[in-house]
């Protein structure tokens, strides 16, 4: 019990209570929880920056900078929740492994169909901002991975896919997006129509889309497997082939075409697996796939 609340005490140390982990907190060695997060010493935590304001609205995000003193790979990651909720805090226990392997993470919060409906909840801004930014962070901008979980997955493709002309971010400059490193797709929705209607039909995406009178045009334009092109970044997706929210077909479809685009990338199907909650230890192996990924294709060094 003792080790399970040290653990406790020191996720809520890192990610919720303090700007700056306690050095002292490690001085417990002989605790294996401790010397499981020791690595976050090495972090500073950047807590609810404004990157955007849209109609009154501020727009948030975390920063978790690893403080080694020379640029470092980034990852942007997206919360889940349908576009329609859950807060940018809800997955930080995700974040760990990113940490671990020595990325500085970019925690973005987004619109929620309560705010803004489709296409309001892009975050290209966040990536803007990021790249704007670089240099007081230390984001190394040649090595940016943008991930995310579900709708998170969703916007991670829309952001690191879509280009200026598909017209999905309204309120950010510049004439062309920046290209990422890489997108780590978990579960995410590739084909948005596939969901308003029919076997497939899903509430939160109705929520999301609501009443709008060109909502299937929406929908279209905001589909990642309408925007397939041989210049895209390297990508990886884990799916769960059981999963009831986000149809396995989605992935698996999305993957044929980005091989046909001859577009490095890798699909991970979990056997059985539902939307998300694989379990602890195959969480640790789906993250071992993508570390070798990013080394594959020069994200990650070590």
Not at 30 to 46: K, Q, V
Not at 79 to 89: A, M, N, Q, S
Not at 175 to 184: Q, S, Y
């Amino acid at each position: 019990m003792f080790k399970k609340n040290l653990f406790r005490a020191s996720y809520q140390a890192v990610f919720i209570g303090y700007n700056f982990l306690p050095i002292n907190i490690w001085n417990i060695l002989s605790n294996p929880a401790a010397e499981t997060l020791a690595f976050l010493s090495n972090y500073r935590i950047h807590k609810n920056i404004k990157y955007l304001t849209v109609n009154n609205y501020n727009l948030k995000l975390d920063i978790y900078q690893n403080l080694v003193p020379k640029p470092q790979p980034t990852v942007i990651f997206i919360h889940g929740g349908g576009w329609v909720e859950r807060p940018k805090e809800v997955e930080l226990f995700f974040l760990l492994p990113y940490l671990k392997m020595g990325f500085s993470v970019v925690n973005v919060g987004y619109r929620l169909a309560a705010q803004s409906l489709a296409p309001a909840a892009a975050v290209g801004c966040a990536l803007d901002w990021a790249i704007r930014n670089a240099q007081q962070y230390n984001f190394d901008v040649e090595k940016i991975v943008i991930s995310g979980f579900s709708a998170g997955g969703h916007l991670a493709m829309t952001t690191g896919m879509f280009s200026a002309a598909a017209g999905f971010d309204y309120y950010c400059s510049g004439d062309e997006k920046f290209k990422v490193a890489a997108i780590v797709n978990w579960f995410g929705i590739t084909d948005v129509k596939d969901l308003l209607e029919g076997t497939n039909v899903q509430d939160y995406a109705l929520k999301w889309m609501g009443n709008q009178s060109d909502r299937w045009k929406i929908a279209e334009r905001v589909s990642p497997i309408n925007y397939v092109h041989s210049q895209l970044p390297p990508i990886f997706t884990v799916h769960g082939d059981a999963d009831l929210i986000v149809p396995y077909n989605h992935a698996r479809r999305f993957h044929e075409l980005l091989n046909q685009a001859n577009v490095a990338n890798q699909l991970l199907t979990i056997p059985g697996g539902g939307h998300g909650e694989f379990g602890y230890s195959k969480n640790l192996d789906i993250y071992k796939n993508i570390k070798s990924f990013l080394k594959k294709y020069g994200v990650l060094n070590n």
